[in-house]
């Protein structure tokens, strides 16, 4: 069965630092791997996807993520924080039913000014 | 703009109660999808459907149905409503090919007193 482990359950970084969030997955097959942002009192949004093609994704708001097959991770870094990256991030891989996604623990990122 | 509207943010329902919660959205997706999230475990699959009048259990079903009797609408109802049934509950909805990604509502926060 698929599933996602995320490291830490909360990380803080001071603005205007990188930020890395880790997450390792476990699938039978090549996986589709997403990370979603849900801001405080607000709906889950897609920040990006790794479908099988390039393995640096970048998405939005300055967020990238590398799939690393060799060590089954898939972490979201941004290279400066900004105040408003303060929210619960989940990282995402493609379920064993097929249409499903199974959602890690996920983590949340504090910001310091 | 492109939504899932889910009718209430926040219900308040007795133990013992039957307890609909509904979810309408209007990008013609093919799929919807019922999570609840509670802290420290993510979001977990309750339902999900794949078209009109189909649906499929996911990790989680016990104690709860679907509905969807509309392309554009799928249900979730608690047949009796429990304690360990408060939670935040997440619709989403997406085409076949999943790797677009899901589209969430903004979840409806349901207390069982």
């Known amino acids: 069965a698929q599933s996602v482990t995320q490291l830490d359950s909360h990380v803080s970084v001071s603005e205007g630092t990188p930020v890395l969030l880790r997450c390792n997955y476990s699938?039978?097959?090549?996986?589709?791997l997403f990370w979603y942002v849900q801001h405080p009192n607000k709906g889950l949004q897609l920040l990006l996807k790794?479908?099988?093609?390039?393995?640096l994704v970048k998405g939005i708001n300055g967020f990238e993520a590398e799939f690393k097959k060799s060590e089954t991770s898939f972490h979201l870094t941004k290279p400066s924080a900004h105040m408003s990256d303060a929210a619960e991030y989940f990282c995402?891989?493609?379920?064993?039913?097929?249409?499903?996604?199974?959602f890690g623990p996920g983590t949340r990122l504090s910001v310091l000014p | 703009d492109v939504k899932v509207t889910q009718s209430s943010r926040y219900l308040v329902k007795r133990t013992g109660e039957k307890v609909f919660l509904e979810c309408v959205q209007d990008?013609?997706?093919?799929?919807m999808f019922w999570y609840r999230q509670d802290p420290g475990l993510g979001l977990r699959l309750i339902y999900f459907?794949?078209?009109?009048?189909?649906?499929e259990k996911g990790d989680i079903p016990e104690g709860y149905s679907v509905s969807r009797e509309k392309k554009e609408r799928f249900s979730l109802i608690l047949e009796s409503a429990s304690t360990n049934q408060t939670s935040m509950y997440l619709c989403?909805?997406?085409?076949?090919?999943?790797?677009?990604?899901?589209?969430f509502g903004s979840g409806t926060r349901l207390t069982v007193v």
């Open positions: 989403a909805s997406s085409f076949v090919e999943v790797n677009y990604g899901y589209t």
């Open positions: 699938s039978s097959y090549s996986p589709s």
């Open positions: 790794y479908t099988s093609a390039a393995t």
């Open positions: 995402v891989v493609r379920g064993s039913y097929g249409q499903n996604f199974v």
């Open positions: 990008m013609d997706h093919e799929n």
């Open positions: 459907s794949y078209d009109v009048k189909m649906k």
